[in-house]
């Protein structure tokens, strides 16, 4: 099993900027890659970033050029700087394992307020 822990949600005005962290543990070497979803009220779960092992990064297009996901392989660790946040960018945001294709692991969430 992998157990995804996040941290860093909170609220922020617009223009403004959070980090989230999500901390791996468990059997991380099944994971292939790591990304972030999010969820708002009344909306279905979207993705918003992944990175590989490799590196390669992949964005949502609202995102893109806003956020940066990075990933700490010795420390098990994924990041995702979010700057110049939107209302629209309000949600619960998850973490999830990827192995191969398919994203079997997910988090517990942390909130994501941004205030006009």
């Known amino acids: 099993q992998v157990l995804l822990v996040e941290s860093g949600g909170g609220s922020v005005q617009a223009g403004g900027s959070l980090r989230l962290s999500c901390a791996a543990s468990?059997?991380?070497?099944?994971?292939?890659?790591m990304g972030w979803f999010r969820q708002a009220p009344g909306k279905e779960r979207e993705f918003v970033a992944d990175?590989?092992?490799?590196?390669?990064?992949t964005y949502a297009d609202s995102v893109k050029g806003r956020f940066t996901i990075s990933r700490e392989n010795a420390k098990n660790t994924m990041l995702l700087q979010m700057n110049s946040l939107k209302p629209e960018d309000t949600a619960t945001y998850y973490c999830a394992g990827r192995v191969v294709s398919r994203y079997d692991y997910w988090g517990q969430g942390t909130q994501v307020t941004v205030s006009s």
């Open positions: 990175i590989d092992l490799s590196g390669i990064e």
């Open positions: 468990g059997r991380t070497s099944v994971i292939d890659g």
